[in-house]
């Protein structure tokens, strides 16, 4: 997918962040991504400095944009990974090997330094958050609107790949309480859950526990079809900042 084309659809009708990301991550050959036996990644078992995992791959959402930087640091006696945005949007991504009929649970922890100054996620030209956790799905798109089709077809002779049938994502913001959903301001097929962000938050870790399956329900009304990809995702592009943020282990859990 040509990256030119990535960035006028960003701008345009197609607009959201997920677009490269999701261009990209269908466009690598399957074989570059280690299927692993388990799900998640246990940042914690990696030695600070190395390099990214099989499996994940840091991808940009537009061409001309630095990528946000992902490293593994200490943190006392624990490995953590380290996500620096200097005006920058990239993710952290895998493809999808969850069983969410085995594992339907995510958990993790994360901290962000603080809020991103002139950051709202209901607003696209401000639609930035120093965290993220983000789920792509598969799904019967001759289900959707005839205004959604037209967009995903639109962004498929703009870039040549398929877009995902839905996104959820669980984000650190500021924008609503802890709990609320926040439609993506360009799309409705992606979903925003904010599930960190109080006046206290900042600075401190925080362990984060969904049921995926339960949340996919609530926002988008039908059982989540099959995950392509999940990744991590801190970005400040669209207000032109810096932040950083700290993320530890993601796994995957049996319900409830």
Same mark, same amino acid.
């Given at each position: 997918?040509?990256?030119?084309?990535?960035?006028?659809?960003?701008?345009?009708?197609?607009?959201?962040?997920?677009?490269?990301?999701?261009?990209?991550?269908?466009?690598?050959?399957?074989?570059?991504?280690?299927?692993?036996?388990?799900?998640?990644?246990?940042?914690?078992?990696?030695?600070?400095?190395?390099?990214?995992?099989?499996?994940?791959?840091?991808?940009?959402?537009?061409?001309?944009?630095?990528?946000?930087?992902?490293?593994?640091?200490?943190?006392?006696?624990?490995?953590?990974?380290?996500?620096?945005?200097?005006?920058?949007?990239?993710?952290?991504?895998?493809?999808?090997?969850?069983?969410?009929?085995?594992?339907?649970?995510?958990?993790?922890?994360?901290?962000?330094?603080?809020?991103?100054?002139?950051?709202?996620?209901?607003?696209?030209?401000?639609?930035?958050?120093?965290?993220?956790?983000?789920?792509?799905?598969?799904?019967?798109?001759?289900?959707?609107?005839?205004?959604?089709?037209?967009?995903?077809?639109?962004?498929? +002779?703009?870039? @040549?790949?398929? &877009?995902?049938?839905? %996104?959820?994502?669980?984000?650190?913001? =500021?924008? *609503?309480?802890? #709990?609320?959903?926040?439609?993506?301001?360009?799309?409705?097929?992606?979903?925003?859950?904010?599930?960190?962000?109080?006046?206290?938050?900042?600075?401190?870790?925080?362990?984060?526990?969904?049921?995926?399956?339960?949340?996919?329900?609530?926002?988008?009304?039908?059982?989540?079809? +099959?995950?392509? @990809?999940?990744? &991590?995702?801190?970005? %400040?592009?669209?207000?032109?900042?810096? =932040?950083? *943020?700290?993320? #530890?282990?993601?796994?995957?859990?049996?319900?409830?």
């Amino acid at each position: 997918m040509p990256l030119t084309s990535i960035h006028q659809a960003r701008k345009g009708t197609a607009g959201p962040v997920w677009l490269a990301v999701c261009g990209a991550l269908l466009l690598l050959p399957a074989a570059l991504f280690a299927q692993d036996e388990k799900p998640g990644i246990a940042v914690s078992t990696i030695e600070p400095g190395e390099p990214l995992p099989a499996g994940w791959k840091n991808l940009p959402v537009a061409h001309g944009k630095p990528l946000t930087q992902y490293t593994f640091v200490h943190d006392g006696n624990t490995t953590i990974l380290q996500a620096d945005a200097n005006r920058s949007a990239s993710a952290l991504m895998h493809v999808g090997n969850i069983d969410l009929v085995r594992t339907p649970v995510v958990a993790w922890r994360w901290k962000a330094k603080g809020p991103i100054e002139g950051a709202d996620n209901r607003v696209g030209s401000k639609e930035d958050a120093p965290a993220r956790l983000v789920f792509l799905f598969d799904g019967d798109k001759s289900k959707l609107s005839f205004f959604d089709r037209a967009k995903m077809d639109l962004a498929k +002779r703009l870039g @040549g790949e398929e &877009l995902p049938y839905a %996104t959820l994502m669980y984000i650190w913001s =500021t924008t *609503a309480a802890p #709990g609320s959903v926040v439609a993506n301001p360009h799309t409705n097929r992606v979903q925003m859950i904010v599930v960190s962000g109080l006046s206290g938050d900042a600075g401190h870790w925080r362990s984060v526990r969904r049921n995926i399956v339960q949340d996919y329900e609530r926002v988008f009304h039908e059982p989540p079809g +099959r995950i392509t @990809g999940y990744g &991590l995702l801190t970005d %400040t592009d669209n207000t032109g900042t810096t =932040t950083r *943020a700290w993320y #530890g282990d993601v796994e995957f859990l049996p319900g409830p």
